[in-house]
């Protein structure tokens, strides 16, 4: 399964849109891309995932590049509970999820 | 649906004692995962079941651990002796067929071995 890059760390103000980049430049043509995030104490929680077409659900949006190298998680309007580690995975269907460092996205008010 | 259960939710035990984990998945999903979180080393997939059969364990640490789904609605982790460094969170997944990475996770078990 392709490698992906994201921030460290990110900060967002309450009520804005919060953008979480995700580089995955090795990513093949078979490879889809999920994002999860982790609530402090809780498990990890599904959000959305995609193959080519930019994807939306009650939750966020995925937007995927055209050549597909890279991709952006859109909360439309963050709250304090949307503060979270923010994980994005590229795997081919039916892998197994591997979970990296991920984003840990902290939305103030 | 209450999602996916686990219990105990907090486990201290002593060195060379045995714990078990327990879980109960969402009804109707196929598949069940088995996940430890340390801070040294993340989120790792340890086990994972299709229809009760254990499908890959290349991620169980050691012999002490062992996994079992007896049914389509329980399965359990097993440490047995437990170690200091088996302190963990263990996690507790499941999906469906059709949708094998969406998958739900529990609350967890914080385990702690003194």
């Known amino acids: 399964d392709a490698k992906t890059t994201q921030p460290p760390s990110m900060d967002c103000a309450e009520g804005r849109a919060a953008n979480l980049p995700c580089n995955h430049s090795?990513?093949?043509?078979?490879?889809?891309v999920y994002w999860y995030r982790q609530i402090h104490s809780q498990g990890p929680q599904y959000i959305i995932h995609?193959?080519?077409n930019n994807e939306t659900n009650e939750m966020a949006s995925l937007i995927i590049t055209e050549d597909r190298k890279s991709s952006t998680l859109i909360l439309p309007h963050a709250t304090l509970r949307d503060t979270a580690v923010y994980y994005c995975?590229?795997?081919?269907?039916?892998?197994?999820?591997?979970f990296g460092a991920g984003t840990i996205l902290r939305v103030k008010s | 649906d209450a999602g996916v259960i686990q219990s105990p939710r907090h486990e201290v035990t002593e060195m060379g004692q045995e714990v078990t984990l327990r879980c109960k998945p969402i009804?109707?999903?196929?598949?069940l995962f088995w996940y430890r979180q340390t801070m040294m080393r993340g989120l790792e997939l340890l086990i994972y079941?299709?229809?009760?059969?254990?499908?890959?364990d290349s991620g169980m640490p050691e012999d002490r651990f062992s996994a079992k789904m007896p049914n389509a609605s329980f399965s359990t982790l097993k440490i047995q002796p437990s170690e200091p460094r088996d302190s963990a969170v263990y996690f507790c997944?499941?999906?469906?067929?059709?949708?094998?990475?969406?998958?739900?996770f529990g609350p967890g078990t914080r385990l702690t071995v003194l």
């Open positions: 009804s109707g999903h196929d598949y």
């Open positions: 997944a499941s999906s469906l067929a059709g949708d094998y990475n969406e998958q739900f």
């Open positions: 995609g193959l080519k």
């Open positions: 079941f299709n229809n009760n059969v254990p499908i890959d």
């Open positions: 995975i590229v795997m081919e269907y039916g892998n197994k999820l591997v």
């Open positions: 090795t990513i093949s043509g078979n490879e889809y």
